[in-house]
């Protein structure tokens, strides 16, 4: 019973940040935009994870890219700035795109 305990104790801390950042980017309003695993108004956060793997400054650039926008990535939208985000949570949420392969 008490490994039992421990298991679900250990898989519940691993997935609360997942689902913390989820929790943020909805609060942030990225999911007007995205979704996790198919492409909306911009692309996936999947996608987007998967074009940015090999680069080892992804979580940086993504973060810029949250806090000041950008275009011309993923076709003439270009992705508006997004001034409710703080440097902290865009690291955050940057390091969870990242993880959503």
Same mark, same amino acid.
């Given at each position: 019973?008490?490994?039992?305990?421990?298991?679900?104790?250990?898989?519940?801390? &691993?997935? &609360?940040?997942?689902?913390?950042?989820?929790?943020?980017?909805?609060?942030?309003?990225?999911?007007?935009?995205?979704?996790?695993?198919?492409?909306?108004?911009?692309?996936?956060?999947?996608?987007?994870? &998967?074009?940015?793997?090999?680069?080892?400054?992804?979580?940086?650039?993504?973060? &810029?890219?949250?806090?000041?926008?950008?275009?011309?990535?993923?076709?003439?939208?270009?992705?508006?700035?997004?001034?409710?985000?703080?440097?902290?949570?865009?690291?955050?949420?940057?390091?969870?795109?990242?993880?959503?392969?």
């Amino acid at each position: 019973m008490k490994r039992t305990l421990i298991t679900l104790a250990l898989a519940l801390s &691993a997935a &609360a940040p997942a689902m913390a950042d989820l929790a943020l980017a909805k609060s942030k309003n990225c999911m007007a935009c995205h979704a996790v695993d198919k492409k909306l108004v911009g692309p996936s956060f999947k996608d987007v994870a &998967a074009k940015y793997a090999s680069q080892k400054d992804a979580t940086d650039k993504l973060a &810029a890219k949250i806090l000041k926008g950008g275009g011309g990535v993923w076709g003439p939208l270009p992705m508006p700035a997004n001034p409710a985000v703080n440097d902290a949570e865009s690291k955050a949420l940057a390091a969870w795109v990242l993880q959503q392969k």
